[in-house]
């Protein structure tokens, strides 16, 4: 079956740290574009990260230089690295993994970070 599993979501302190995983079992894994998500309560499901086949990458401006997305491919999985994490932050974090060219993609259950003193 077809998944991706997201980990290491939790509870940090403001200016605190958290990387992501998300372990997918996706054939031809290296081909996907990856990308992480987040959604904060009653808000829109929004992009935070995202990594293509070759390893580009894009952010969004709220988060640029402070989270890094990075994919090991052997390993089938993509990580997000959150550095200076603000209460702003706190949302659950999806996985998202996109065949290239598909219309839409394979969703992962989420992973629950929140950002509090």
């Known amino acids: 079956q077809v998944q991706l599993v997201e980990s290491g979501g939790g509870l940090v302190q403001p200016g605190g740290s958290l990387r992501l995983s998300c372990a997918a079992s996706?054939?031809?894994?290296?081909?996907?574009?990856m990308s992480w998500y987040r959604q904060a309560p009653g808000k829109q499901r929004d992009l935070v990260a995202g990594?293509?086949?070759?390893?580009?990458?894009n952010y969004p401006d709220s988060v640029k230089g402070r989270f890094t997305i990075s994919r090991d491919n052997a390993k089938n999985t993509v990580y997000l690295q959150m550095n200076n994490l603000k209460p702003d932050d706190t949302a659950v974090y999806y996985c998202?993994?996109?065949?290239?060219?598909?219309?839409?993609?394979?969703w992962g259950q989420g992973t629950q970070v929140t950002v509090s003193a």
């Open positions: 998202y993994a996109r065949w290239p060219l598909a219309a839409s993609g394979l």
């Open positions: 996706l054939s031809i894994f290296s081909a996907y574009a």
């Open positions: 990594i293509t086949s070759d390893g580009s990458t």
